[in-house]
C-alpha cells in the first residue's frame, strides 16, 4: 500500500499579505557573488578561486516565532496554564503531541468572524460519525484557507471559542490547528465584539482557554480542503527556539492509498 503526503504549511514569502501590516516578515536575498565576497572576507578565499566565482546563495530573515505556519505553545497564550501551572515553552512540547491520527473538522461555510462553540464541534463529529480519541490532531478547515495571500486574509473565516477549546482539551486533545491567521475567530471581530458588549473576556477567548488547560495549536495551516474528514495520520514537529511562545514548523498529512 502506498502512500501519500500532502504538506499542511504555507509557503513564508514577505511579498503576500499574511499577516497585519507591519507584523510581516523580511526576507533579504543574498545571490553567489554576495555569497563568494563574504566567503573572501571571512575564510580570506578570494572570490575568483571559488567555482565560476560563486559563493553560497542564502537569505537572512527578519521575523516572529508566529510568521508562517508556526505551532503556538501555551507559554503564549498566558503566564501559567492549567490552572496555575507554570506554562510551557515550545522547545518543551513533547513531540509525542506531535504526532498522531488527524480529525477534519469543515466550517468553511460559517461566516467571517463567527465563534465555534463546543456544539457545533459536537455536530460535525457527528457528521463524519468520529468520536474522539485522546492524541487525535483535529484540524478546522474554514474559509480563510483559500484566501492565504489575499489582501482580506487576515479577517477571513471562523475561530474557535473559548467553550469549543476547552471541550477539546478535555477530550485529550494536545495539538489542534487551524487555516486562519488565528486560532481565535479574526480579531477585528473580537475586538468589536468587546468594546460594543463590554465583555473584554471575548478577545482572545479561544487563546486564553490555554490558562485553563494544557494544549497547543497551529495557525496558518495550509490545505486542509485535500483532506478526507478522518483516515489520515498527521506529523507537526515545532523548531525548538528556547523559551519561545511558538516554534515554525512545517505539518503533514499522511494518507494512505
Same mark, same amino acid.
Given at each position: 500500500?502506498?502512500?501519500? /503526503?500532502?504538506?499542511?504549511?504555507?509557503?513564508? @514569502?514577505?511579498?503576500?499579505?499574511? @499577516?497585519?501590516?507591519?507584523? =510581516?516578515?523580511? /526576507?533579504?536575498?543574498? @545571490?553567489?557573488?554576495?555569497?563568494?565576497?563574504?566567503?573572501?572576507?571571512? +575564510?580570506?578565499?578570494?572570490?575568483?578561486?571559488?567555482?565560476?566565482?560563486? $559563493?553560497?546563495?542564502?537569505? %537572512?530573515?527578519?521575523?516572529?516565532?508566529?510568521?508562517?505556519?508556526?505551532? #503556538?505553545?501555551?507559554?503564549?497564550?498566558? &503566564?501559567?496554564?492549567?490552572?496555575?501551572?507554570?506554562? /510551557?515553552? /515550545?522547545?518543551?512540547?513533547?513531540?509525542?503531541?506531535?504526532?498522531? &491520527?488527524?480529525?477534519?473538522?469543515? +466550517?468553511?461555510?460559517?461566516?467571517?468572524?463567527?465563534?465555534?462553540?463546543?456544539?457545533?464541534?459536537?455536530?460535525?463529529?457527528? %457528521?463524519?460519525?468520529?468520536?474522539?480519541?485522546?492524541? #487525535?490532531?483535529?484540524?478546522?478547515?474554514? *474559509?480563510? $484557507?483559500?484566501?492565504?495571500?489575499?489582501?482580506?486574509?487576515?479577517?477571513?473565516?471562523?475561530?474557535? =471559542? %473559548?467553550?469549543?477549546?476547552?471541550?477539546?482539551?478535555?477530550?485529550?486533545?494536545?495539538?489542534?490547528?487551524?487555516?486562519?491567521?488565528?486560532? @481565535?475567530?479574526?480579531?477585528?471581530?473580537?475586538?468589536?465584539?468587546?468594546?460594543?458588549?463590554?465583555?473584554?473576556?471575548? +478577545?482572545?477567548?479561544?487563546?486564553?482557554?490555554?490558562? #485553563?488547560?494544557?494544549?497547543?495549536?497551529?495557525?496558518?495551516?495550509?490545505?486542509? #480542503?485535500?483532506?478526507?474528514?478522518?483516515? +489520515?495520520?498527521?506529523?507537526?514537529?515545532?523548531?525548538?527556539?528556547? %523559551?519561545? *511562545?511558538?516554534?515554525?514548523?512545517?505539518?503533514?498529512?499522511?494518507?494512505?492509498?
Amino acid at each position: 500500500m502506498g502512500k501519500r /503526503i500532502i504538506d499542511l504549511s504555507v509557503v513564508l @514569502d514577505d511579498q503576500l499579505p499574511a @499577516d497585519p501590516p507591519g507584523l =510581516g516578515p523580511k /526576507i533579504s536575498y543574498m @545571490d553567489h557573488a554576495a555569497g563568494a565576497a563574504e566567503m573572501e572576507q571571512v +575564510f580570506g578565499i578570494a572570490a575568483d578561486k571559488q567555482l565560476e566565482g560563486c $559563493g553560497p546563495a542564502a537569505e %537572512r530573515v527578519e521575523m516572529t516565532t508566529h510568521n508562517g505556519t508556526h505551532m #503556538d505553545a501555551p507559554w503564549h497564550y498566558h &503566564p501559567t496554564m492549567d490552572g496555575g501551572t507554570p506554562a /510551557i515553552t /515550545i522547545d518543551q512540547v513533547p513531540l509525542e503531541w506531535c504526532m498522531g &491520527p488527524g480529525v477534519k473538522l469543515d +466550517f468553511r461555510s460559517m461566516p467571517d468572524g463567527h465563534v465555534v462553540t463546543a456544539s457545533e464541534v459536537e455536530a460535525e463529529l457527528a %457528521r463524519i460519525n468520529h468520536v474522539l480519541q485522546p492524541g #487525535d490532531i483535529v484540524l478546522v478547515n474554514t *474559509s480563510a $484557507g483559500a484566501k492565504y495571500g489575499q489582501p482580506d486574509y487576515v479577517n477571513s473565516g471562523c475561530g474557535m =471559542g %473559548r467553550e469549543a477549546t476547552l471541550w477539546l482539551a478535555e477530550r485529550g486533545m494536545k495539538v489542534c490547528g487551524i487555516d486562519g491567521w488565528s486560532w @481565535d475567530p479574526p480579531l477585528a471581530y473580537q475586538a468589536k465584539n468587546a468594546k460594543e458588549t463590554g465583555d473584554y473576556g471575548l +478577545f482572545w477567548e479561544g487563546h486564553k482557554a490555554g490558562a #485553563d488547560c494544557v494544549y497547543c495549536h497551529m495557525e496558518k495551516l495550509a490545505n486542509l #480542503d485535500q483532506l478526507p474528514a478522518t483516515g +489520515f495520520e498527521v506529523i507537526a514537529l515545532p523548531v525548538k527556539v528556547a %523559551r519561545a *511562545s511558538a516554534g515554525w514548523c512545517r505539518p503533514v498529512a499522511i494518507l494512505s492509498e
